[in-house]
């Protein structure tokens, strides 16, 4: 079945500095969806990208989703304290009647140390 | 505009007893989800609705998960008898519509721990 992995799972930053997690998906994606959960919260969604090689960026944070629909990252540009939180990364697969299902990666865990 | 709502919020119970997490998605939407997320992992589709008809239930251990959603609004799962190993965060999500562009809202989650 269609397996997604992020790396790393824990990243521990001080206040100021550069965060990237990596996603990459062993099937091709129809688009690619980046949650974030705060401590003890519920994943709450911060972006979609659906064409290769696209690129948004939301403030400080800048998405990516490689050529071949596969992998994707995320970069968090001098990372706050209310950056902390899991990651995810999540993607239904191209093609067959997925619809809306999602997989989700592990997600990478971030502290910021203030 | 309200959000997902669920609960109970919490829920402890002994293994082999049963239990039932209901979930109230936002108004108008269509496709409700729910997942099961263990500690250290990301969500697992268990079971998606459109409406009230079930569209994927292909992760739902149905020896012992069961949901339902009646009326095409809320919807309850079921697990009878539990296990250890079903000690998660049962979180319900909605989206308009089924289509993979749609975004899923989460509601605050389950927390299940089985003893």
């Known amino acids: 079945g269609q397996q997604v992995m992020q790396i790393p799972q824990y990243q521990h930053v001080q206040e100021g500095e550069d965060f990237t997690t990596y996603c990459n998906s062993s099937?091709?994606?129809?688009?690619i969806q980046w949650y974030k959960q705060r401590p003890g919260g519920h994943p709450v969604f911060l972006i979609q990208l659906v064409k290769s090689g696209e690129v948004k960026k939301q403030k400080r944070l800048t998405f990516q989703f490689g050529e071949a629909k596969k992998n994707s990252s995320l970069h968090i540009t001098a990372t706050q304290t209310t950056d902390v939180g899991t990651y995810f990364c999540?993607?239904?697969?191209?093609?067959?009647?997925?619809?809306?299902?999602?997989?989700f990666g592990q997600g990478t865990i971030l502290t910021v140390h203030p | 505009e309200a959000g997902v709502a669920q609960s109970p919020r919490y829920k402890i119970i002994e293994k082999r007893q049963s239990v039932a997490f209901w979930c109230n998605p936002i108004?108008?939407?269509?496709?409700l989800y729910w997942y099961q997320q263990i500690l250290g992992q990301g969500p697992k589709l268990l079971i998606q609705f459109q409406n009230n008809g079930v569209v994927d239930d292909s992760q739902l251990p149905k020896d012992r998960f069961s949901a339902e959603r009646l009326k095409g609004v809320d919807s309850t799962l079921k697990i009878q008898p539990a296990k250890l190993e079903d000690s998660a965060v049962y979180l319900c999500a909605s989206a308009e519509t089924h289509d993979y562009t749609d975004t899923q809202y989460f509601g605050p989650g389950t927390r299940l721990t089985v003893l």
């Open positions: 999540a993607g239904p697969r191209a093609g067959g009647t997925s619809y809306g299902k999602l997989t």
């Open positions: 108004s108008g939407h269509a496709t």
């Open positions: 099937t091709t994606l129809s688009n």
